[in-house]
């Protein structure tokens, strides 16, 4: 089997994604580029870099999303970790949802990549200063939307999606994702 075979799903979604997102050339070259040039992007052991998953978790009416007060970053972020080897990371997005939120029905809205965002993570004890190429996905919560908060997060909480566009405080890349969620709601409005 080629050494590239568990890679080649994500790379066709790299492809989709850039027919979509036209004006992301350079950021799905940069994150094309990392995984064909280092068969361990999957694995944090892979310290200058790896992939992560992250869900834009939203309400079963697509309205409000669950954001989380991560504990280490000390920002309201979406949930989201690392692949640990898994380079199925629609797979990792959900599993991360569940495991951040306590949510249990939660499914993907769909296969696509909504998103993508290289940030810097700083050194933190041993673990040195490195990036996280995460890919992130739309999960959509069932009717149960109580939360529990995990040891990752210090808070949850529902944040209406117009609300995050607005808010001159929320981090950029969420922002950006609130920003892609109102235009895809509204071109399937029509």
Known sequence: MHALSPRIPLHHAFEIYAQVHRDEAATVALFSGFLADHPQCFERALEHGHFTGSAWLVSADGQRVLLTHHRKLRRWLQPGGHADGDPDLARVALREAQEESGLTRLALDGEDIFDLDRHRIPARGVEPEHWHYDVRYVVRAGPDENFAV?????????????????????????????????????????
């Open 150 to 190: 995990s040891a990752e997060s210090l808070a949850l909480a529902w944040r209406p999606v117009i609300g995050v566009v607005a808010d001159a405080e929320a981090d950029e890349s969420v922002r950006r994702m609130a920003v892609k969620w109102l235009r895809r709601a509204a071109s399937s409005e029509r």
